[in-house]
């Protein structure tokens, strides 16, 4: 199996299957889950060193606050990007992962997918807390140890 169909089956198998049943939607390598008053959004980010049988890949992790939006004078976004996030992490900045990147060939599937499943889910439940802007200033008072 080439990588690619690796890939394929890790977005199938372990990002779908782990996200979809926690409410969240899959827009190309982008799940969003909207609650009554913020959007979380996981998403895959390829490597644009790629070539042959290396495939590397970063998650970012984000959430937007509606009620942070309307503050700032901004307006409201659909299904926001992780750039347009007020949260905005790198997966092993949001919960313990071992690696800052997945080299796609350095894991087995048998490592790999229940390792990412359980960050997965870790990552959806920091999430869920993050709904107001105090979830989100705690959230970022938590990271820098106040």
Request: positive net charge; proline residues 5%; hydrophobic residues 40%.
């Amino acid at each position: 199996m080439s990588v690619e169909e690796r890939f394929a089956v890790l977005v199938k198998d372990v990002f779908a299957a782990t996200l979809k049943p926690r409410g969240y939607k899959k827009t190309g390598l982008r799940w969003h889950r909207r609650t009554p008053t913020a959007w979380h959004m996981i998403g895959i980010q390829r490597s644009s060193g790629n070539f042959g049988d290396h495939l590397r890949f970063y998650v970012n992790v984000g959430a937007y606050v509606d009620q942070v939006a309307t503050i700032n004078g901004q307006q409201l976004i659909d299904k926001p990007k992780e750039y347009q996030c007020h949260y905005s992490k790198r997966l092993e900045n949001v919960v313990d992962f071992p690696h800052p990147w997945i080299d796609l060939e350095d894991w087995t599937d048998e490592t790999l997918f229940p390792a990412l499943a359980q960050a997965l889910i870790a990552t959806d439940k920091v999430l869920a807390d993050i709904d107001s802007p105090e979830a989100l200033r705690a959230k970022y008072r938590a990271l820098r140890g106040v």
